[in-house]
């Protein structure tokens, strides 16, 4: 999972965001998320999907994870990154499913909204997809 804050400008070129912003369209947000992260890209691609969460929260869904690129400053960019859902009102959570595929606005119906809490440190978490205990 991608654990990210409120959109904030950054350092980069003019309007230049990272983090959610409910108040986002969905190319300005699907921008602000694809990448720039530290982070074992292997793992985050063999996932498939990538929550974001804000406070815990899912207020948005990643996939297209097939493909990245390493930036000079070692963070990584998912360039296929396909927004599959978001968010667009965090007190009573409104979803808006906006991948091509319907397994990837499914995915997104599921996880928008729940909470996922995390134990692990850094901006992207790993945690399991299934349990190693099934028979």
């Avoid at 990584?76 to 396909?82: I, L, S, T």
């Avoid at 009573?92 to 599921?110: C, E, S």
Wanted: proline share 6%; charged share 20%; with cysteine.
């Amino acid at each position: 999972m991608l654990r990210v804050d409120a959109a904030r400008q950054t350092g980069g070129p003019a309007g230049q965001r990272t983090g959610f912003s409910s108040r986002l369209a969905p190319e300005d947000l699907l921008e602000s998320l694809r990448g720039g992260w530290r982070c074992d890209a292997v793992s985050v691609a063999a996932g498939g999907v990538l929550p974001v969460t804000l406070s815990g929260y899912v207020v948005a869904v990643l996939t297209g994870l097939g493909t990245w690129e390493k930036r000079e400053d070692g963070r990584h960019v998912f360039p296929d990154a396909v927004l599959a859902g978001y968010v667009t009102d965090l007190a009573t959570p409104v979803k808006h499913l906006t991948a091509p595929r319907q397994a990837d606005r499914d995915i997104a119906d599921l996880l928008l909204g729940t909470r996922l809490p995390s134990h692990s440190g850094g901006t992207v978490a790993y945690v399991p997809t299934h349990s190693s205990s099934a028979n």
